[in-house]
């Protein structure tokens, strides 16, 4: 079979370097993969609760979740690129056994395990050594060299702490204590990365392999082209979009790719694009997809474990930035297409303002209505139903799915994919759209259970697949029995039995990489918190820095993108913000930016999946280029350049904390998402060279001006108008009096780190409700004193709101800042739109200019 006739799933093997075995054992791997996606399942429903079976604390799970993927790491993927890839090895066999039974180990030796904490005997020293070579070898297959490396080398500098130059040096962990630490405690490779991959991320990666095989993906890709093909450069905004509907549910930028890539790349190649553009545009909005609630490529649980907050609070915070990126990409990809000279394919080509309002109501009804929807027009069905709620909804739920069935069975079957197939017509809209409604129900269960039951987000997954399951036996005869013309036989309950099992194994198969990337990552969580190496690199940052802060960010953001090269998404967010999250607030708050925590994971996070786009490592981008033929390459220069708008955004958060929605109200909010999002597009058009017609480079740099008052009017409003006025710390009760309730104050504080070093930090202190200052500092629980000219803190109240702060008893308060009355910074939108008019009259006048002339020249040219 030709590369160009190969399956999506054939594609990622050989992307993948996984293998595809023949005879036993592919049944083998094949039934391994069924039972780990059914213990998932197991695990994550009430049945072992319900039925007092089964029942495992977070520890075995762990032990038996990674037990699967080592042994099915072993058995799916070859050691070398020589190694047999249709049959698996007598060695590989016996690795993946030892390499299973070592993180079994754990599962079967749990309460001997726990009465021994800390102490090990020979069996637990031994399993521990073998059983992290084995990790790392596991690691090495299934993600290539970088991750196993970096692992590695954290691992040889917790043993070799005394020997390390004096910045790098630590006392230095024992053979023992390593081994402890990392394989039989819950700190290392079993840590909490482990869990939230055994508790969250395989549910919604099974959950995303069940959609897709229900025919969900084809349902997207044809529904987008039907509503973006006939725009000029149809089938890459198509691609723009149907990524980012599989990549909301993908936990792999590299199988987004491959998967809607199979068929966007051709296509886009058809209408004018070059390989390395076409496989550009994939790569660009397949990691993108990775940024997008609601999975994020898993890291949404992931952050809920490390900020803090609720996963809803994620979701809210993450939301406005991606979907921002999202609209700037589709408008890049119009750029091109008016660069090109591109033409609307097909005879039914709408008005193109008229198509381009269609398709961002479509989006965004589909992303964010389905949420508002089940929040405000079905949350009342549960105070109404009262106890009998699960069963009214259940019963609703069921007439929904038939009377869409019913919808779906009046219309055509989608037609299978083609890439090689003349692009003349395409799809009808409302065609396509009739034909899979039925496929947004397991959302909406999704949606349902996460925001009005409140139920975790693998709970909630749960759900939504059984919606799935549902779906999947279901759909075949009683859309067969629907049609009542007999015009189509879409197969019966067996073949619906076996879309369940296919999309199990996939499931569990897409999981494999996942899980032992999140175990690998957990060596290098507890090599962090067994040496300390955060504050060295903290240190490192800081004098590679010179204490400039935009200097600082610039490092962190390289360090992510150097950190997270070959790495999954998941893995990668683990390390970036394990060593540089800390990193960041630690370097922010000593030069007085405040910097909310998921701000900084956020910020982190970006630009570790950066790395994904980002040559020499790009692997998103070598996948695209074996879909197009291009150079891999030049195809991740160009899909970093189409990036750059995802790479600008990470410091505009951390500079202007209203993109994230942070303490913003609803009305406000929206006002931020339309201006922030006419920013972007201008920062899109400033970077691409073209607005209304080719830009001027002074055009660009207007245009990048405007992007940037529009981004962040507070900067130029801090230079006509200080926000706060200096104090003298003497003064501070006074001030406190004084001040609004509910401003803050800005405190530079004096003191010692937990080393002893000494160290200065900013901290905003909240003003809280009181008739004087006196009265508000007593509510603050601090207690201040005058002594030989320095204020210094006397006492700090036990649980207060000062010591939740940081603030300690003999800090010095160096610097009190209090706010001033000023115009509202979004005052210096008007002149940043000024320019942004006077930009707009220059190419509108080249644009009349031009047009005439070539006319009178070609008439083919104006074209």
Not at 12 to 18: P, T, V, Y
Not at 316 to 326: C, D, E, G, R, V
Not at 650 to 678: K, Q, R
Not at 718 to 726: F, G, K, L, M, N
């Amino acid at each position: 079979m030709s590369d160009k006739h190969l399956s999506a799933e054939e594609l990622i093997a050989q992307d993948s370097g996984a293998r595809l075995p023949e005879g036993i054992m592919a049944q083998v791997i094949a039934g391994l993969a069924l039972l780990w996606s059914l213990f998932q399942l197991w695990i994550a429903s009430p049945l072992p609760f319900m039925l007092r079976i089964g029942v495992f604390n977070d520890t075995e799970t762990r032990s038996i979740h990674l037990t699967f993927a080592l042994l099915l790491a072993f058995l799916a993927y070859p050691a070398f690129k020589r190694s047999p890839r249709n049959r698996v090895p007598l060695m590989d066999i016996a690795l993946g056994l030892l390499a299973a039974s070592c993180s079994a180990y754990l599962f079967v030796f749990y309460q001997q395990l726990a009465l021994r904490p800390g102490s090990l005997i020979t069996t637990d020293l031994v399993v521990a050594c073998i059983g992290i070579p084995m990790l790392l070898e596991a690691t090495r297959r299934t993600l290539g060299p970088p991750l196993a490396i970096i692992a590695l080398l954290f691992l040889v500098y917790s043993v070799a702490g005394p020997y390390m130059p004096s910045m790098l040096a630590h006392r230095g962990v024992s053979f023992t204590a390593l081994a402890n630490h990392q394989w039989i405690t819950t700190e290392g490779v079993f840590g909490i990365a482990l869990g939230v991959s055994t508790s969250f991320v395989f549910l919604f990666v099974l959950f995303g392999a069940l959609l897709e095989r229900a025919g969900a993906g084809n349902y997207f890709i044809q529904l987008a082209f039907s509503l973006l093909g006939h725009m000029r450069g149809g089938p890459a905004k198509a691609a723009v979009v149907a990524s980012g509907l599989t990549g909301m549910i993908s936990g792999s930028s590299i199988a987004n790719v491959v998967t809607t890539g199979t068929f966007t790349i051709p296509m886009m190649k058809k209408v004018g694009f070059s390989s390395e553009k076409a496989g550009a545009v994939e790569v660009a909005s397949s990691v993108n997809g990775q940024i997008m609630p609601p999975v994020m490529g898993a890291a949404a649980f992931l952050m809920v474990e490390y900020v803090g907050i609720s996963y809803l609070e994620i979701i809210k915070h993450a939301f406005l930035p991606a979907a921002i990126s999202y609209i700037a990409l589709l408008y890049i990809v119009h750029l091109e297409a008016l660069k090109l000279g591109m033409q609307p394919i097909g005879t039914q080509q709408a008005k193109p303002w008229l198509r381009r309002l269609v398709g961002f109501a479509f989006g965004t009804a589909l992303i964010s209505g389905i949420s508002l929807l089940v929040y405000y027009g079905l949350g009342w069905l549960k105070p109404a139903l009262g106890e009998h709620a699960l069963l009214g909804i259940g019963i609703l739920l069921a007439i929904t799915y038939l009377g869409l069935l019913k919808i779906a069975a009046s219309n055509p079957p989608l037609p299978i994919e083609d890439p090689d197939k003349p692009l003349e017509e395409l799809p009808k809209t409302r065609t396509v759209l009739l034909s899979g409604l039925h496929f947004i129900l397991p959302v909406i269960v999704l949606v349902w259970c996460l925001m009005i039951e409140r139920l975790s987000p693998g709970l909630s997954a749960f759900w939504g697949s059984v919606m799935l399951i549902f779906i999947l036996l279901t759909q075949r005869p009683i859309l067969t029995w629907m049609r009542s013309d007999r015009s189509y036989n879409h197969g019966g309950w067996l073949d619906g039995a076996l879309d369940l099992r296919e999309g199990m194994i996939a499931g569990a198969r897409n999981m494999i990489g996942i899980g032992i990337a999140t175990a690998a990552a957990g060596m290098i969580v507890g090599a962090v918190s067994q040496t300390g190496v955060g504050l060295v690199l903290a240190d490192l940052v800081e004098l590679l820095s010179m204490g400039n802060l935009l200097l600082m960010l610039i490092l962190t953001a390289v360090f992510s993108l150097i950190l997270g090269m070959g790495l999954p998404t998941t893995a990668n967010y683990i390390v970036v913000s394990s060593l540089l999250a800390p990193v960041v607030v630690a370097l922010g708050q000593q030069n007085g930016l405040i910097v909310p925590l998921i701000a900084v994971h956020l910020f982190v996070f970006y630009f570790g999946i950066m790395a994904d786009v980002t040559p020499p490592v790009g692997l998103a981008s070598f996948a695209a280029a074996a879909v197009s033929k291009g150079d891999p390459i030049k195809t991740g220069i160009q899909a970093f350049y189409y990036s750059l708008r995802t790479a600008l955004l990470p410091f505009l958060f951390i500079f202007n904390t209203d993109l994230l929605l942070i303490n913003v109200s609803f009305m406000h909010g929206i006002l931020i998402f339309i201006v922030a999002t006419v920013a972007m597009l201008i920062f899109a058009a400033g970077t691409q060279g073209w607005f209304i017609t080719r830009s001027r480079w002074y055009e660009s740099i207007l245009l990048l001006l405007v992007a940037f008052t529009l981004f962040r009017p507070g900067f130029w409003m801090d230079i006509v108008h200080d926000p706060y006025q200096d104090i003298p710390p003497s003064q501070m009760v006074q001030a406190l009096g004084q001040v609004d309730e509910g401003s803050q104050l800005r405190l530079r504080i004096q003191g010692e780190d937990d080393l002893g070093e000494p160290q200065e930090f900013v901290i905003l202190l909240p003003v809280p409700a009181g008739e004087s200052g006196e009265a508000r500092l007593h509510a603050l629980g601090l207690t201040l004193i005058e002594e030989d000219g320095k204020t210094l803190i006397d006492n700090v109240a036990f649980a207060s709101e000062a010591a939740d702060l940081g603030l300690e008893f003999d800090q010095e308060i160096v610097l009190v800042r209090a706010p001033t009355d000023r115009m509202r910074k979004e005052i210096m939108w008007i002149p940043g739109l000024l320019l942004l008019l006077a930009v707009c009259a220059l190419q509108w006048r080249r644009k009349r200019l031009i047009k005439p002339q070539l006319k009178t020249s070609d008439p083919q040219a104006a074209h």
